[in-house]
């Protein structure tokens, strides 16, 4: 049987359908005022509880320089708190904040509707589709881990 796509045309596809999710993902953060990397940070924060500024680098491979500057803008949000170690000083833990931990809810509850949204203009075969697809390459995905 002769093939209908390359395995480029499926990672072009990949990629096309990923940068247009991040569009739309990235336009419910900037809707609620902060911007990707931010909504990420918070996202992690509220999902793990109190991380150190390295554990939460690592979480959402950002370097720490990168990470402390975003979380000076959150700081100054509201939206996390920062405390250091009693043990040592030079450690620095980050939470999110009540207000954080709203906001969460407020966006998660925004994107599910805007995917309700995006997803309402297909037929229930090709949601059926898309679901069986997605399965299936999230099978083919985590076969080596």
Do not use: W
Not at 55 to 80: C, M, P, W
């Amino acid at each position: 049987m002769d093939k209908k796509y390359s395995e480029v045309d499926l990672v072009k596809l990949f990629f096309e359908i990923f940068k247009s999710f991040k569009r739309n993902m990235s336009k419910c953060f900037v809707d609620n005022g902060v911007t990707m990397p931010q909504g990420m940070v918070l996202t992690v924060l509220t999902h793990h509880g109190e991380m150190k500024i390295s554990e939460l680098s690592n979480a959402v491979n950002l370097s720490n320089s990168t990470i402390s500057g975003i979380v000076d803008r959150l700081e100054k949000q509201e939206l996390v708190i920062r405390t250091r170690s009693e043990d040592d000083r030079r450690i620095v833990y980050v939470k999110a904040s009540p207000k954080a931990e709203s906001f969460h809810k407020q966006h998660h509850d925004m994107i599910r509707q805007n995917m309700e949204k995006m997803l309402s203009k297909a037929t229930p075969e090709e949601i059926e589709k898309i679901y069986d697809g997605l399965t299936v390459l999230k099978k083919v995905l985590n076969q080596d881990t």
